[in-house]
């Protein structure tokens, strides 16, 4: 399995560290302190599996994660007059014991663009309706990822990435495979193909296996 790592900043009444937010297949990672914490709805929503250990370090409520906030530096994909670029935006994410906010902050030619949901999806979306003209973007994940997925065996799975670096056919490794969006059209162009893990979209944001 593989997953993608972002870089993050999270800030509570015991410090401001270092972190870091995983993006998997069903859901969110969150690693802080030597600590573990999961979100499996995209909705910000972080619990830990180990609640009596974790509540010396954190403010928890049962099991859920409270008091902090985390901002979260995310690439995203998109087009700009027809033309595939690739612009940083912060995500924002604070959890008091009974609210929360969130919010998705992009800079495009010197304006700040930001928007306020209650899950990723949303504010995707939101982001998506307020760009200016001259830019378009997907709302679903893989404005964030570069990936694509699709329906196979009653499940969803990677196939395959895009790679913002790497433009010519030589500098793609042999354990990797890149299609063109437009092959994306057809599902048979999935026929016969493997699972291959993904690769970096840029240095900073990294990628590894579980």
Request: include cysteine; charged fraction near 30%.
């Given at each position: 399995?593989?997953?993608?790592?972002?870089?993050?900043?999270?800030t509570?009444?015991?410090?401001?560290?270092q972190a870091?937010?995983?993006?998997?297949?069903?859901?969110?990672q969150?690693?802080?302190?030597?600590?573990?914490?999961?979100?499996?709805?995209?909705?910000?929503?972080?619990?830990?599996?180990?609640?009596?250990?974790?509540?010396?370090?954190?403010?928890?409520?049962?099991?859920?994660?409270?008091?902090?906030?985390?901002?979260v530096?995310?690439?995203?994909i998109?087009?700009?007059?027809?033309?595939?670029?690739?612009?940083?935006?912060i995500?924002?994410?604070?959890?008091?014991?009974?609210?929360?906010?969130?919010?998705?902050?992009?800079?495009l030619?010197?304006?700040?663009?930001t928007?306020?949901?209650?899950?990723?999806?949303?504010?995707?979306?939101?982001?998506?309706?307020?760009l200016?003209?001259?830019?378009?973007?997907?709302?679903?994940?893989?404005?964030?990822?570069?990936?694509?997925?699709?329906?196979?065996?009653?499940?969803?799975?990677?196939?395959?990435?895009?790679?913002?670096?790497?433009?010519?056919?030589?500098?793609?490794?042999?354990?990797?495979?890149?299609?063109?969006?437009?092959?994306?059209?057809?599902?048979?162009?999935?026929d016969?193909?493997?699972?291959?893990?993904?690769?970096?979209i840029?240095?900073?944001?990294?990628?590894?296996?579980i």
């Amino acid at each position: 399995m593989v997953k993608v790592k972002y870089s993050a900043i999270y800030t509570d009444n015991f410090g401001c560290e270092q972190a870091e937010l995983y993006f998997l297949k069903g859901g969110l990672q969150f690693n802080i302190r030597d600590c573990v914490f999961y979100d499996d709805h995209f909705d910000f929503d972080f619990y830990t599996k180990r609640p009596n250990e974790h509540k010396q370090l954190f403010y928890l409520k049962d099991d859920e994660l409270i008091e902090y906030v985390m901002d979260v530096r995310i690439p995203l994909i998109m087009t700009y007059d027809d033309e595939e670029c690739v612009r940083e935006s912060i995500l924002f994410i604070k959890r008091q014991r009974n609210s929360y906010n969130n919010m998705l902050s992009l800079d495009l030619d010197g304006k700040s663009y930001t928007v306020e949901g209650y899950n990723l999806q949303e504010l995707l979306y939101k982001m998506k309706k307020k760009l200016p003209k001259e830019y378009t973007m997907e709302s679903d994940f893989s404005c964030m990822l570069g990936v694509y997925s699709i329906e196979a065996n009653k499940e969803e799975d990677f196939y395959c990435f895009r790679n913002f670096e790497e433009d010519d056919d030589e500098s793609v490794s042999s354990e990797s495979f890149c299609l063109e969006s437009s092959d994306f059209r057809s599902r048979d162009a999935f026929d016969g193909l493997k699972k291959y893990p993904i690769t970096y979209i840029f240095n900073e944001y990294c990628l590894s296996k579980i």
